[in-house]
């Protein structure tokens, strides 16, 4: 097996809820010998819901993030590939990628995640992937205590996400699990059948899939995003994949890398992909064979 080359495309530093700030991070990218590193700032959201978040980055602060993002780009120019990005969030009638305020920025490329729910019945919003006494309170409140209920309202939230599009990477697909264990009162078989429908949506769509380390890297769960058996449905679709930290802290730029390329390679994937840039408005890519 070839050594194959990395990058990091999924990186929060403190303009979000990063700790390390983008000239660290990018130092650290460097040390471990990245192809390159994208920064992926949350998207702000406070207008679209109505409140104050403390882990998305301030709509008065976006000029800043981007300058700053450039400027790192022209520091390492020759020596670091620095990308300019977001991850923005899915939230049904109030947030999608494909917003014009996001399409403005011109962003070399954004990954499309989902982190909220707005249940159906009217109950507060909660994000899935936040704090368990949160968490908790959304499912009791927003979805009767019933967990698969609640994994079908996320399922489809990514389903709508996709169908709208403004995204270049789906990204951690399963999160909703990081949360839900433990909760489970249904078979394999239907999230199964969730999983495979995301898997043909984001086919047609032509994205590419993250195999996300973050759980691993925070300790929260023992899996990559997706798991072995999401994935062996991204194999047989033949979607791309990309691996990615998720890092919050520059020690995590590439923790946890080995454990997805064991991951995927397990998965029947053969190959994994590096983000190039944007040409013509479409993501460019290059392939690195396991």
């Not at 650290?28 to 978040?53: D, N, T, W």
């Not at 403004?166 to 489970?184: E, S, T, W, Y």
């Amino acid at each position: 097996m070839k050594k194959p080359l990395f990058s990091s495309m999924h990186t929060h530093t403190p303009f979000c809820d990063g700790r390390d700030d983008v000239e660290t991070m990018c130092r650290a990218a460097y040390k471990k010998k990245l192809f390159a590193i994208g920064f992926s700032a949350h998207a702000p959201i406070e207008r679209q819901i109505g409140r104050e978040s403390h882990w998305n980055l301030k709509e008065s602060r976006v000029e800043e993030y981007v300058t700053e993002v450039l400027a790192a780009r022209e520091r390492w120019k020759g020596k670091l590939n620095v990308f300019l990005g977001y991850e923005a969030d899915y939230i049904k009638g109030r947030r999608s990628p494909a917003d014009s305020d996001i399409k403005a920025l011109n962003l070399d490329y954004i990954i499309g995640s989902v982190h909220y729910l707005f249940p159906e019945n009217g109950a507060d919003f909660f994000t899935v992937d936040g704090p368990m006494p949160e968490f908790e309170k959304g499912l009791a409140e927003g979805f009767g205590g019933d967990a698969e209920k609640l994994m079908h309202a996320y399922y489809d939230a990514v389903l709508e996400m996709i169908a709208i599009g403004g995204f270049d990477i789906l990204g951690h697909a399963d999160i909703i699990k990081r949360n839900l264990q433990g909760k489970k009162t249904w078979g394999q078989e239907s999230e199964e059948r969730r999983q495979r429908e995301v898997a043909h949506a984001a086919a047609k769509a032509g994205l590419v899939v993250e195999v996300n380390t973050g759980g691993l890297n925070r300790k929260k769960i023992n899996d990559t995003y997706p798991s072995l058996p999401f994935l062996r449905l991204i194999s047989e679709y033949n979607i791309p994949v990309i691996i990615t930290a998720d890092a919050h802290k520059a020690k995590d730029i590439s923790g946890n890398y080995k454990f997805a390329l064991n991951t995927i390679i397990s998965a029947d994937i053969k190959e994994h992909w590096l983000f190039t840039g944007k040409k013509n408005e479409k993501a460019t890519w290059q392939k690195i064979i396991i």
